[in-house]
Nanobody, 123 residues
Framework: QVQVVESGGGLVQAGGSLRLSCTAS????????LAWFRQAPGKEREGVSY????????YYADSVKGRFTISRDNAKNTLYLQMNSLKPEDTAMYYC????????????????WGQGTQVTVSS
C-alpha cells in the first residue's frame, strides 16, 4: 500500500521560511517523478515545482522561482520544498504527488497524493 505523507507546514510571517517534507512508502521512490502542488481557498490547484527521478532536473512556477527550492533524498524516500521569502499569497494547502511516467504540471499525471500540509503566511 502506497503512503504519501507531507509535513512541515505552519504559520509564518511574511518574509519568513518553511521547509516542507514528504515521505513516501510502498513504491520504488527513485523511479517516480515528484511534485509539489498547492491549493488556496476558492482557487484551483496549481503546480509549484517538480523534480525528475534522480533530482537532476527541477522546474518551478514563475510565482515561486528564486524563492523556493525543491530537492529529494532517494536514500530516505523523502522530497523537500524549501520556501524562503514567503508572501501572504503563498498561503495554501500544499500537496506532494508522485508520478510513474515523468513529472509535469498536469495534476492528472500523478498517481499518488498526500493529504496535504497547511502553509499560512501572515502579512
Amino acid at each position: 500500500q502506497v503512503q504519501v505523507v507531507e509535513s512541515g507546514g505552519g504559520l509564518v510571517q511574511a518574509g519568513g521560511s518553511l521547509r516542507l517534507s514528504c515521505t513516501a512508502s510502498g513504491l520504488t521512490f527513485d523511479r517516480t517523478a515528484l511534485a509539489w502542488f498547492r491549493q488556496a481557498p476558492g482557487k484551483e490547484r496549481e503546480g509549484v515545482s517538480y523534480i525528475n527521478k534522480n533530482g537532476a532536473t527541477t522546474y518551478y512556477a514563475d510565482s515561486v522561482k528564486g524563492r523556493f527550492t525543491i530537492s529529494r533524498d532517494n536514500a530516505k524516500n523523502t522530497l523537500y520544498l524549501q520556501m524562503n521569502s514567503l508572501k501572504p499569497e503563498d498561503t495554501a494547502m500544499y500537496y506532494c504527488a508522485a508520478a510513474w511516467y515523468g513529472g509535469n504540471w498536469d495534476a492528472g499525471n500523478y498517481n499518488y497524493w498526500g493529504q496535504g500540509t497547511q502553509v499560512t503566511v501572515s502579512s
